[in-house]
């Protein structure tokens, strides 16, 4: 039996942390006995990682019965270490020890876990896996640190052929082309679907948008909301459900205070199961300037849900160019204008629909762990 370690900062409401969940859960025992760390112990997927796998980790959130004054110490300690190491990510390898050395040791996203790979005695082969376009993601610590990684680890992974391109052009004097790979994320198709029938706490009154992610500013909320007022004074009867949390909040919340159309957007907070509420919806969009491999996209791809997205990394090669939903320029026009073209033409919604009905989940991502397995075991 094969024993892995997956490292990753927590276990926050993102694709990534979803699609490691996925793999936690999957993956064959019968190949892998698997390690978690985490360099915080928190998140909304920490209930779901499966009891046989062995949690470790750096920092950990108070639990709900201790008092304010160790409340408050551990969030100082968490806020305190994260600032720290962000600046001097190579001290995390005097502050973390493993027992054993594991057979294979993966970064399963680029973050302050991925210089534990930096680790000699971790493990026989290391991995570290992409999940987003590289040249305009910015990371906790200067990207020019990464480097030291990259070069020591024996594989690459990358979740999309323009990951990967973007990827080998930034460190492009390190030569990754033949150690980096693109492994898609596996979605588990059945999980969705059979999922996405559960009753939601919301009546659809009329044409109904929603989007979904962490309200960080690469999602761009922000453009979709002026994009969405503008429809509304253009006299389309719309709604747009936003489903998420994160540290734009306040910031969207006074935006859409501040125009004609507030009342018809509707922040829905994190949501664990987000199945029904695609399903629900007219009309999937997405407003991203930059992603690896946008899980929410492939979910919708499953739920033959309409798309508008803007034209970037990961959402290109998703709706192969087009063929399964509309790609729009990354700014608000493109957006108000892709939206109004779904509305005023019906045809075009019916025609994605049923190429995506009659795909046959024959999408670039896989529908299983297999794959991905392999991959690993082959280190």
């Known amino acids: 039996m094969m024993k892995i370690l997956f490292m990753i900062d927590s276990l926050g409401g993102g694709g990534a942390e979803n699609v490691l969940l996925t793999l936690l859960?999957?993956?064959?025992?019968k190949k892998f006995s698997i390690t978690l760390f985490l360099l915080a112990k928190v998140g909304v997927y920490l209930p779901k990682v499966p009891k046989d796998v062995t949690i470790r980790y750096l920092f950990r959130e108070a639990s709900p019965d201790s008092n304010c004054v160790n409340r408050f110490f551990l969030k100082l300690v968490l806020y305190l270490g994260n600032r720290f190491l962000s600046k001097f990510p190579l001290f995390i390898n005097k502050l973390v020890t493993f027992p054993v050395k594991y057979d294979c040791a993966i970064s399963f996203c680029e973050g302050l876990n991925s210089f534990l790979l930096l680790k000699k005695d971790l493990a026989y082969s290391r991995i570290a896996w992409i999940h987003i376009d590289i040249a305009k993601h910015n990371l906790s610590f200067p990207k020019e640190k990464l480097k030291c990684v990259l070069v020591e680890v024996e594989r690459i992974a990358v979740v999309s052929n323009d990951a990967k391109s973007s990827l080998v052009t930034v460190f492009e004097e390190l030569n990754l082309e033949s150690k980096t790979?693109?492994?898609?994320?596996?979605?588990?198709?059945?999980?969705?679907?059979?999922?996405?029938?559960?009753?939601?706490?919301?009546?659809?009154?009329?044409?109904?948008?929603?989007?979904?992610g962490r309200l960080s500013k690469q999602k761009r909320?922000?453009?979709?909301?002026?994009?969405?007022?503008?429809?509304?004074?253009?006299?389309?009867?719309?709604?747009?459900?936003?489903?998420?949390?994160?540290?734009?909040?306040?910031?969207?919340?006074?935006?859409?205070?501040?125009?004609?159309?507030?009342?018809?957007?509707t922040f829905?907070?994190?949501?664990?199961?987000?199945?029904?509420?695609?399903?629900?919806?007219?009309?999937?969009?997405?407003?991203?300037?930059?992603e690896g491999l946008p899980l929410?996209?492939?979910e919708a791809m499953v739920l033959h849900k309409p798309i508008v997205a803007t034209n970037i990394v990961g959402t290109r090669e998703l709706l192969e160019d087009g063929k399964y939903g509309l790609l729009v320029s990354p700014d608000e026009v493109g957006l108000y204008e892709g939206m109004k073209i779904m509305i005023d033409e019906p045809w075009r919604m019916r025609h994605y629909v049923s190429l995506l009905e009659n795909s046959n989940y024959d999408f670039i991502f896989s529908i299983d762990t297999e794959e991905i397995e392999s991959y690993i075991l082959n280190a």
């Not at 859960?25 to 025992?29: F, I, L, N």
């Not at 987000?274 to 930059?290: C, G, H, N, Q």
């Open 221 to 265: 909320f922000d453009r979709l909301i002026m994009a969405f007022d503008k429809l509304c004074k253009s006299g389309y009867d719309c709604d747009l459900l936003i489903l998420g949390i994160g540290p734009e909040f306040d910031h969207l919340t006074k935006l859409v205070a501040s125009i004609d159309y507030g009342e018809r957007v």
């Open 296 to 298: 929410v996209i492939c």
């Open 25 to 29: 859960t999957k993956m064959d025992r």
């Open 268 to 290: 829905c907070g994190y949501i664990q199961n987000s199945y029904p509420w695609i399903k629900m919806a007219d009309l999937l969009v997405m407003s991203s300037d930059f």
């Open 181 to 212: 790979t693109v492994i898609y994320n596996p979605i588990d198709v059945d999980v969705i679907i059979a999922n996405s029938d559960n009753l939601i706490p919301f009546k659809k009154k009329r044409f109904t948008l929603v989007a979904v």
